[in-house]
T-cell receptor, first 115, second 111 residues
C-alpha cells in the first residue's frame, strides 16, 4: 500500500484565494483525520471522520474551513477565503481502529503558504 | 482545557547512549497514551502505545513508562542511533475521540 496520499505537497496562494487540499486514506481504513501543524500551536486536530461521517469538527477554526468525505477513499479540506495565518503544514491521517484509536497513519503533509 | 505537554523541548545525546523523553499529561480520563516520531519533512509515525491500566510496555529498543500518580509518561530509547534523531510527540486518546498531541521534544543524536 502506498500509504496516505496527500496533494499537493506544497501550495502557495494569495490571500483571499480558495485552497483545496486532498487526501486519499489507506484502503480499508474507516477513520480519517485532518491535522494542522504550526510552530506556535503544534499538531491540532481539525476534524475527524468515521465511516465518512464527521464525528468531531470542533477543531475547525472558523467558517472559512470546510471538510468533506464523499466516499471512503477521498477527502478534501477547503479554505475559503485563505488568510496568511492559515499558513501551516496540513496532515491527513487514517486509521483502522475501532472505538479506540492509537495508531494513525499520516500522509506527507501539504505545506500551505498564504501570502 | 485538558492537554498533553512535554518537559524538554530539545534533548541531545551521544550515539549509543540511552535516551529518555518525558511528557506530562493532565487528563486522567485518557484510555491510551501513545508516542509518535516525526522526522523532518514527514508526517508523524506511530512508535508505541500503552493502555492507561498498565505501568510499562516494551517494544523494539523502546520502553514506555506510565506513572499515573504524577501523570507522567516517558519514552526510553536504548542504544540511540543517528536514525532516532527526530521530534517525538506524546499523545493521548479518550475512547471515540481522535488523538490529542503534545508539543514535542526534539532528539538530537551526536555521532
Amino acid at each position: 500500500d502506498a500509504g496516505v496520499i496527500q496533494s499537493p505537497r506544497h501550495e502557495v496562494t494569495e490571500m483571499g484565494q480558495e485552497v483545496t487540499l486532498r487526501c486519499k486514506p489507506i484502503s480499508g481504513h474507516n477513520s480519517l483525520f485532518w491535522y494542522r501543524q504550526t510552530m506556535m500551536r503544534g499538531l491540532e486536530l481539525l476534524i475527524y471522520f468515521n465511516n465518512n461521517v464527521p464525528i468531531d469538527d470542533s477543531g475547525m477554526p472558523e467558517d472559512r474551513f470546510s471538510a468533506k468525505m464523499p466516499n471512503a477513499s477521498f477527502s478534501t479540506l477547503k479554505i475559503q477565503p485563505s488568510e496568511p495565518r492559515d499558513s501551516a503544514v496540513y496532515f491527513c491521517a487514517s486509521s483502522s481502529g475501532g472505538s479506540v484509536i492509537t495508531e494513525a497513519f499520516f500522509g506527507q503533509g501539504t505545506r500551505l503558504t498564504v501570502v | 482545557g485538558e492537554s498533553v505537554g512535554l518537559h524538554l523541548p530539545t534533548l541531545s545525546v551521544q550515539e549509543g547512549d540511552n535516551s529518555i523523553i518525558n511528557c506530562a499529561y493532565s487528563n486522567s480520563a485518557s484510555d491510551y497514551f501513545i508516542w509518535y516520531k516525526q522526522e523532518s519533512g514527514k508526517g508523524p509515525q506511530f512508535i508505541i502505545d500503552i493502555r492507561s491500566n498498565m505501568d510499562k510496555r516494551q517494544g523494539q529498543r523502546v520502553t514506555v513508562l506510565l506513572n499515573k500518580t504524577v501523570k507522567h509518561l516517558s519514552l526510553q530509547i536504548a542504544a540511540t542511533q543517528p536514525g532516532d534523531s527526530a521530534v517525538y510527540f506524546c499523545a493521548e486518546n479518550i475512547k471515540r475521540r481522535a488523538l490529542t498531541f503534545g508539543s514535542g521534544t526534539r532528539l538530537q543524536v551526536q555521532p
